[in-house]
């Protein structure tokens, strides 16, 4: 007796599992490339300062460039998001954004110039931030409609995406290779790779229509009023500190290792890619501790990790203690910003909205910290600039609680 055939099960939006696997993987493929982008950069920031002849301050400055694109994006992308697609925008960001390294490396290397490579960075910001929106709303429809946490595995791939970023800046620096070179030959691949990834992404609107037929398009007065959320609000403070603690990591732990503590420009690289890596491996964990014991604890240990492998950073005389502080921080930061994504897109109704704003929060962080360190770093030290760090970072602890599940029907 033959058994009867079963019926494949068919998602919201008419798809069947196949579509949402491809999506998901080109989901992966998104994240990793956007973290392939920033790491690279970030990794020669060491040679970036000694061929432009700037100062620590200066240099802050400069990266100042990137947070503020980033700022412009994200101000804008809910608007951009609920008027074209989360698939189009991510499409034309992963083509102009990277557009913004070349010209950020040639003014490095080809014509030496403070305000081209700040305009550069200017555009790759605005082109990461849209995306990094973009693709977090997509990433969150997906992991819905997949049914189980899959978040920090997305972010892991980014982290994956630094780790490669971080091996290439290293090598690049080892072998003399000029910025210009690298920034082109990575952009490039970004490109292609994203162009192929994204003919696999789907309409999130759809996926929406499907569950809520009665779901329309929000107005923009009804897209800003998430603001007035106290939810929103406390959960931005959870993305603020913990995108500091990856932040601050990302453009300033390369050059703290090098000024802070000695060790050579190439080391310098490597040990960001220590952290990059810690990051990395706290994502991939993060979805069966989260499962397990929830955000609102997972969020308070990660704060407590992240603080006490920075003071290990600030305050070793030894390098080996300082790069085991390095990895502490780079576990405590892991899960953060994904958790947060995940607690902002909570309710349909809300995702894109409330994603964005509490995104914008977060990369507060990056508009204030690049230049907060610098300074401080100019006139105290980079170790000594990465105090206030740790004051953010126990403020995203005691807010923890406002990500916790929403309680089930």
């Not at 196949?18 to 956007?34: K, L, T």
């Not at 009665?214 to 959960?235: N, V, Y």
């Not at 990790?305 to 502490?328: C, D, K, Q, R, T």
């Not at 962080?365 to 004051?391: R, S, T, W, Y």
Request: glycine content about 12%; some cysteine; hydrophobic content about 55%.
């Amino acid at each position: 007796m033959t058994s009867p055939a079963t019926t494949p099960p068919v998602y919201p939006g008419g798809l069947d599992r196949s579509q949402v696997v491809a999506w998901r993987n080109a989901i992966f493929i998104i994240f990793g490339v956007c973290g392939v982008g920033l790491a690279s950069w970030m990794a020669r920031t060491p040679a970036v300062k000694a061929a432009l002849g700037i100062s620590t301050g200066e240099m802050g400055i400069l990266i100042l460039s990137l947070a503020v694109g980033s700022i412009v994006g994200l101000v804008a992308s809910s608007h951009i998001i609920a008027r074209f697609g989360a698939r189009k925008i991510i499409t034309w960001c992963l083509a102009i954004g990277p557009l913004g390294l070349i010209l950020a490396g040639f003014g490095v290397s080809i014509l030496p110039n403070f305000a081209i490579v700040s305009a550069g960075l200017l555009v790759f910001g605005v082109g990461m931030a849209v995306c990094d929106v973009a693709m977090n709303l997509s990433g969150a429809v997906n992991e819905r409609v997949l049914g189980r946490t899959i978040m920090p595995v997305f972010h892991a791939f980014f982290s994956f995406g630094t780790m490669l970023g971080a091996g290439i800046g290293a090598l690049a620096e080892l072998a003399g290779v000029p910025i210009f070179a690298q920034a082109a030959v990575v952009s490039a691949a970004i490109i292609v790779a994203s162009m192929v990834a994204v003919r696999y992404l789907q309409s999130e609107n759809a996926i929406e229509q499907d569950t809520n037929p009665d779901a329309g398009h929000s107005t923009w007065r009804e897209r800003l009023s998430i603001w007035a959320d106290p939810r929103t609000l406390t959960i931005g403070l959870i993305v603020l500190g913990m995108a500091l603690a990856e932040g601050s990591a990302n453009d300033w732990l390369a050059l703290t290792m090098v000024e802070g503590h000695h060790v050579d420009k190439p080391s310098g690289a490597v040990i960001f890619g220590v952290f990059v890596t810690a990051m990395t491996v706290g994502r991939l964990a993060g979805v069966s501790v989260l499962d397990r014991y929830g955000r609102v604890p997972v969020l308070r240990g990660s704060a407590v990790l992240a603080i006490v492998g920075l003071l290990m950073v600030i305050y070793s005389p030894v390098v080996w203690i300082a790069v085991v502080g390095v990895v502490l921080w780079g576990l405590g930061s892991a899960l953060g910003f994904p958790t947060g994504m995940s607690a902002a897109a909570d309710d349909p109704r809300t995702a894109t909205a409330r994603v964005s704003a509490v995104a914008t929060i977060g990369y507060v962080a990056f508009l204030v910290g690049p230049p907060m360190i610098g300074f401080l770093g100019e006139h105290f030290g980079l170790l000594n600039a990465l105090l206030p760090v740790l004051a953010l970072i126990i403020v995203a602890g005691i807010a923890s609680g406002a990500a916790r599940e929403p309680k089930k029907a």
